[in-house]
């Protein structure tokens, strides 16, 4: 674990502590120069805490994020009122040198406002191809990955793990890759009239449904659900990369298991096939929600909540979530 800075006897907030931790948040004015061009960029949504998580994916898959074509960064959210958490994070920051801060507190409410500033940031510091916003609970082939990127199209790409249900589409929101012109389209929205929902999933596909030109690609080698470390075959499978592109769920000790044997390389390449051999119909519907997942979106603009609290959301690994 990474060392704590400052050890006191409480946790309580000074401003020396604030200062230091606002001067290490993204500042955006500080962008839009001297952008590096890559062929895809990788943001790893995380929570402060997870470290654990973090380190996993820097001891197994992270290794190829040193190749000339990608870049990799883990986003997590900087207005940290511990002042424990808040060191350690920092500590990790210097450390690691791939962790950026973002200027949110954290919490389930604000899913969608972290993937909004996520993209903003990709769109100010990169000239990217592809983005791919994926969990820190997630494995990835990231080598096939990038032997495949070259050979899909260019525009219009909506790639992920989509739900099909009665009345509803929409992708998850644990592994979203878009082309470049989608995340330009995204922003180039009217910022009076951009909605915002408190999940990434549900807002991302409300944005999309103002999108004419796309392409959806229900990726079948995405091992969505159970958890991969709840799953029996995950914890013997060998070469995972040759049947799976990633699977999430993968908890630290069985993302360790799965880098040890990824066989991770350029495999046969998976046809794109008209969505409607999945779901015959791409119709996305808020209100058609269960009331555990259904909040009305709002403006963006008003910075809105949803009364959800500041608490992390522990998801699946904690017997929480589905």
Known sequence: MVAVKHQTDNNETDDSDINETVHQLIDFKDLGRNKRA????????????????????????????????????????????????????????????????????????????????????????????????????????????????????????????FHCEIGITWMDEAFMIFSEDIIQKFLAQNESSMLCHPHADQQVMLWLSNILHKTYFHDTRLHHKPPASFVARFSKISNVCDTHLGAHGAYPKTMYYLGLRANDSAKDVSTIHDFSRFCTSTKFDHRVFNPMWRYEPKPCKGNPTWNLGNEMWFGQEAGQGV
């Open 38 to 161: 890559v062929l895809l960029l990788v943001i790893v949504s995380t929570a402060p805490t997870r470290f654990e998580r973090r380190q996993a994916i820097r001891e197994t898959w992270w290794k190829y994020c040193s190749a000339r074509k990608v870049e990799c960064v883990f986003m997590t959210d900087g207005l940290i009122t511990d002042r424990i958490q808040r060191n350690l994070i920092l500590n990790e920051k210097d450390k690691y040198k791939d962790i950026k801060l973002q200027h949110l507190k954290g919490g389930r409410g604000q899913f969608g406002f972290r993937f909004l500033n996520q993209i903003k940031w990709a769109a100010a510091k990169f000239n990217f191809q592809y983005l791919l916003r994926i969990d820190d609970d997630y494995f990835l082939c990231l080598k096939r990955l990038l032997s495949e990127l070259p050979l899909r199209p260019k525009q219009n790409l909506v790639w992920g793990f």
